[in-house]
């Protein structure tokens, strides 16, 4: 969370070296740089859990139930993004953030589950602690799961402290004067 703080300046709506000055871009920068990424990155680290707990599952630091909890992961994260991109995303583009002030409460309750789930992903892995003589696969996989916590927590933070900001809508939402002569 620390790393994204510090790419973040409220005062400028600057996050991931952009400022950002209205919804649609930010929201387009999301749903490439955040949801499309996710979708790969759990798909492949489902597939190296799977392999992990298969190949090591006597070894004393095998991260036993990691691949059952990254499914119910994916599952919620992938119900989450559908719902932003089929309901609340859309609202937001069309400049209703009024109506969007339901969704985006359900969302940064929704947020707030993701954090729990990371930080059991976290307990699952003893933080991340590899074991001496970790195989490729499964220093891959804590690499993956390094680089996934990281950005979930970027999104989670722009999502919460941009996006869905009261200031930043309504900056964006003001309206424009009208020039009829």
């Given at each position: 969370?620390?790393?994204?703080?510090?790419?973040?300046?409220?005062?400028?709506?600057?996050?991931?070296?952009?400022?950002?000055?209205?919804?649609?871009?930010?929201?387009?920068?999301?749903?490439?740089?955040?949801?499309?990424?996710?979708?790969?990155?759990?798909?492949?680290?489902?597939?190296?859990?799977?392999?992990?707990e298969r190949v090591h599952a006597d070894h004393?630091?095998?991260?036993?139930?990691?691949?059952?909890?990254?499914e119910v992961l994916s599952?919620?994260?992938?119900?989450?993004?559908?719902?932003?991109e089929q309901i609340l995303f859309p609202l937001l583009k069309r400049g209703v953030g009024a109506q969007a002030m339901g969704?985006?409460?359900?969302?940064?309750?929704?947020?707030?589950?993701?954090?729990?789930?990371?930080?059991?992903?976290q307990q699952l892995t003893y933080d991340l602690t590899l074991p001496d003589?970790?195989?490729?696969?499964?220093?891959?996989?804590?690499?993956?799961?390094a680089t996934f916590i990281s950005d979930l927590n970027q999104h989670i933070y722009i999502e919460n402290h941009i996006l869905f900001e009261t200031t930043f809508l309504n900056a964006l939402y003001t309206p424009q004067e009208v020039n009829h002569g």
């Open positions: 969370m620390q790393q994204a703080h510090s790419q973040l300046d409220q005062s400028t709506w600057h996050a991931d070296g952009q400022n950002w000055s209205s919804v649609s871009p930010l929201i387009d920068h999301i749903l490439v740089r955040y949801h499309g990424v996710h979708r790969v990155q759990l798909t492949e680290l489902s597939r190296l859990a799977l392999l992990i004393p630091h095998c991260p036993h139930g990691l691949a059952e909890h990254l599952q919620e994260l992938e119900s989450h993004m559908q719902k932003e969704p985006i409460a359900v969302m940064r309750r929704e947020h707030d589950d993701h954090s729990v789930a990371l930080s059991q992903l003589g970790a195989c490729g696969s499964w220093q891959a996989l804590y690499k993956g799961l």
